[in-house]
Every structure is written in structure tokens, then in C-alpha cells.
């Protein structure tokens, strides 16, 4: 089995038929073997009697499985412990995915053995009658995952959880030795960031990424997320990560309980200016975006906080990633681990 394309999905019976009609579209030639599986995690309405009516004419095996704990990141588990294919490409209930995309990815993956994850140009794609908001590329794109990098390769480009492609043993083995942390959404709520904590532990394992602009998907908009009350929530949600990812990515260069004290209180600090803006009436447009401003900060604090609660178990995490085996490493890992950044906890 070549590659297994992993869909997990919350609700997604609506969604789901255009999503699959792209995925038996798929060029890939008659000898390379492919599976679906598809995840239903904790879903309330069709979605596993909707899927399995879809798998009597699919063109492939297509497998559904329940995961009846809610979260993203769990179905994932799921996923990467019953996945047969050699390669993997996560794909969401609304990405439509053009036809070389798999034939594409397995191309790149079989050519740089040390490559974990890659992911390709990401467009918008808007029902019928909806329209996008006016600063839809500004304000929304980016936390939607709608991304186009350019018609060039980039190196060490972390790519996007939609339409992401990798190794299953790798992945497979970073579950089962190290872990993760970050749950990432959970049914319609607002986590994010999960493929981001995948990224970084693989980098520091001493793997590489790509953005590979051959794999192109459409990210269908419901009219939900063009919201700013959404956005703004997700916003939040991505900036409570950010502690946590940054202790992955070996950016910081200390532990000091200073340097934590005075990232709290700067929080602290936030926080309070913007809850005595929020009470001001907001005749002055800037003011009007102080509620948002006071929970952004909250979220970060609150962030920091509990990963300073946590900072035994944080370090033990880290810990994993440095004792990882070495099958989980790239065979060029003695030539790169010299050029890994150092972790260090925040």
C-alpha cells in the first residue's frame, strides 16, 4: 500500500460527497496501491451511513472507522495506528483536492528520503451566493489555511495540516514515543495548531519540510467561519499555542524564572489596559476592538500559565523528543543534528 488518505471529520455528511468525488479522481497510476480512511469522530448526524454508502462504488478501499473521543487529534491517533500505506496525506471533510495532488506528493516523498511533511498551495473556494469578506486575504486567509506560497519550492516550510503528506511509520512512531500536546479542535470548537506541534517535533528529529507548489486543494468557506466573531475566537485559540509551540521550536534561550515573570506580568499588564479600554465607550475605532485585545492577551496568559503549572510534564515531553529512536530519525540525521537548534523551555 502506497499512501493512505486520511479524512476525519465531525458532522461532515453534507460535506463529505464532494469531498470524496475529488478523491476518486485522483490520477494515480493503476499499479500504485491507495486506501481512504476516514475517522468519524463523535459525530451526531450521517456522517459513518453517508461515508459507507459512498465506499460500495469508491475506486479504492475506503475504510470508516469511529472515534468516539472527541478532538482532532485523536481521530488522527486513530488513523495513524490503522493506516497500511507507506506515505500518508491528511485531508479535512471540505478540502477538494485536484487530481495529481497524490501522484505529485508520492513523487516528491519518494525523491528526498529525508523529507517528513509537505504540504502545497491552498486556495479559497466560496459556496454559491457567499461572498468573502472585503479583507478576507488580510484578516482571514492565513488562520484558515487558505495559504498560497508561490510556484516554487520552499525548504523547511511548515506546512499546513490540510492537504499535509508524510510518512506513516514516522508519524506513527512519534504517537507512540513521544506524544502530543495540543488537542486541536474539538467538534466545532477552536483549537488549532496540532500539525504545527507535529512540524516542530519532526524538525527536531532532524527532518526536513517543504512547501511543494504541485499540490494544489481548495479550502471550501462555509459561511460560518467569515465571521469576526469566528476569527476572532480562532485567533485566540492559535495565540494560547504559541508558548507552547515556541518551547518546541528552540527559539528561547533560557529557563529563567525571570524571564517567565516578566512575560506573565507584560500579559498581566495587557490584559488590564485593554479590560478599563473595554469599559470606555468605543467612540474611537480602536477602541472598539479592546474586548477582542483583552481575551487575545487572556488567552495568552492563561497559556503561559498553565504551561508553567505543567513545566515538570512540558519537560519530560521535550525529553522524549531527545531520547527518540533512531527509526524515527532521517539517515542524514548525524549530518544535521550539528545544525538543530538547541530546545529550551519557556
Same mark, same amino acid.
Given at each position: 500500500?502506497k499512501?493512505?488518505?486520511?479524512l476525519?471529520t465531525?458532522n461532515?455528511a ?14 494515480l497510476p493503476a ?5 481512504v480512511?476516514?475517522?468519524d469522530?463523535?459525530s451526531?448526524?450521517?456522517?459513518a451511513v453517508?461515508?459507507?454508502q ?5 475506486p479504492?478501499p475506503?475504510?470508516v472507522?469511529?472515534?468516539p473521543?472527541p /478532538?482532532?487529534?485523536?481521530?488522527l491517533?486513530? *488513523?495513524?495506528r490503522e493506516?497500511?500505506? @507507506?506515505?500518508?496525506c491528511v485531508?479535512d471533510? !471540505? ?7 497524490l501522484?505529485?506528493g ?9 523529507v517528513?511533511?509537505i504540504?502545497g ?5 466560496f459556496?454559491v ?5 472585503a479583507?478576507f ?7 484558515l489555511?487558505c495559504n498560497?506560497?508561490?510556484s ?8 499546513? /495540516?490540510a492537504?499535509?503528506?508524510?510518512r506513516v *511509520?514516522l508519524?506513527?512512531g512519534?504517537y @507512540?514515543?513521544i506524544?502530543?500536546?495540543l488537542? !486541536? ?7 488549532c495548531?496540532e500539525d504545527?506541534?507535529k512540524?516542530?517535533v519532526?524538525r527536531q528529529?532532524g ?8 499540490l494544489r ?5 462555509s459561511p460560518?467561519?467569515l465571521t469576526?466573531?469566528?476569527i476572532?475566537?480562532l ?8 508558548p507552547?509551540l515556541l518551547t518546541?521550536?528552540g527559539k ?9 515573570a516578566?512575560?506573565i506580568?507584560s500579559d498581566?499588564?495587557q490584559?488590564?489596559k485593554?479590560a478599563?479600554?473595554s469599559?470606555v ?5 480602536r477602541l472598539k476592538r479592546a ?14 500559565l498553565a504551561?508553567?503549572?505543567?513545566r515538570?510534564r512540558?519537560m ?5 523528543i531527545?531520547?527518540a529512536?533512531i527509526?524515527?530519525r532521517p539517515q542524514?540525521h548525524?549530518?544535521?543534528?550539528a545544525h538543530?537548534?538547541?530546545?529550551a523551555f519557556?
Amino acid at each position: 500500500m502506497k499512501i493512505s488518505v486520511i479524512l476525519c471529520t465531525y458532522n461532515g455528511a453534507s460535506r463529505l460527497p464532494a469531498t470524496l468525488e475529488k478523491l476518486a479522481a485522483q490520477t494515480l497510476p493503476a499499479e500504485c496501491l491507495w486506501e481512504v480512511v476516514l475517522i468519524d469522530n463523535a459525530s451526531t448526524d450521517d456522517t459513518a451511513v453517508v461515508a459507507r454508502q459512498i465506499a460500495t462504488n469508491f475506486p479504492v478501499p475506503l475504510r470508516v472507522l469511529h472515534e468516539p473521543k472527541p /478532538g482532532k487529534a485523536n481521530a488522527l491517533h486513530t *488513523a495513524f495506528r490503522e493506516a497500511a500505506g @507507506e506515505y500518508y496525506c491528511v485531508v479535512d471533510d !471540505d478540502n477538494l483536492l485536484e487530481s495529481e495532488y497524490l501522484t505529485q506528493g508520492i513523487l516528491f516523498l519518494d525523491q528526498h528520503s529525508d523529507v517528513a511533511l509537505i504540504g502545497g498551495r491552498t486556495f479559497p473556494a466560496f459556496p454559491v451566493g457567499v461572498t468573502p469578506p472585503a479583507d478576507f486575504d488580510r484578516r482571514y486567509s492565513q488562520l484558515l489555511a487558505c495559504n498560497d506560497r508561490g510556484s516554487e519550492v520552499i525548504w523547511n516550510s511548515i506546512p499546513p /495540516g490540510a492537504g499535509q503528506m508524510g510518512r506513516v *511509520a514516522l508519524m506513527r512512531g512519534i504517537y @507512540e514515543h513521544i506524544g502530543t500536546w495540543l488537542s !486541536d479542535r474539538v467538534g466545532d470548537g477552536f483549537g488549532c495548531c496540532e500539525d504545527l506541534e507535529k512540524a516542530f517535533v519532526c524538525r527536531q528529529l532532524g527532518w526536513r519540510s517543504a512547501h511543494v507548489p504541485q499540490l494544489r486543494l481548495h479550502h471550501l468557506m462555509s459561511p460560518r467561519r467569515l465571521t469576526g466573531d469566528y476569527i476572532d475566537a480562532l485567533q485566540c485559540a492559535a495565540l494560547a499555542t504559541i508558548p507552547w509551540l515556541l518551547t518546541l521550536e528552540g527559539k528561547e534561550t533560557g529557563t529563567s524564572w525571570l524571564r517567565n515573570a516578566l512575560r506573565i506580568l507584560s500579559d498581566i499588564f495587557q490584559v488590564g489596559k485593554y479590560a478599563l479600554l473595554s469599559a470606555v465607550p468605543p467612540f474611537h475605532r480602536r477602541l472598539k476592538r479592546a474586548p477582542f485585545c483583552r481575551k487575545m492577551y487572556g488567552s495568552r496568559l492563561a497559556a503561559r500559565l498553565a504551561l508553567l503549572k505543567s513545566r515538570q510534564r512540558a519537560m519530560a515531553y521535550v525529553a522524549r523528543i531527545h531520547a527518540a529512536p533512531i527509526c524515527l530519525r532521517p539517515q542524514s540525521h548525524g549530518a544535521t543534528k550539528a545544525h538543530q537548534s538547541t530546545m529550551a523551555f519557556v
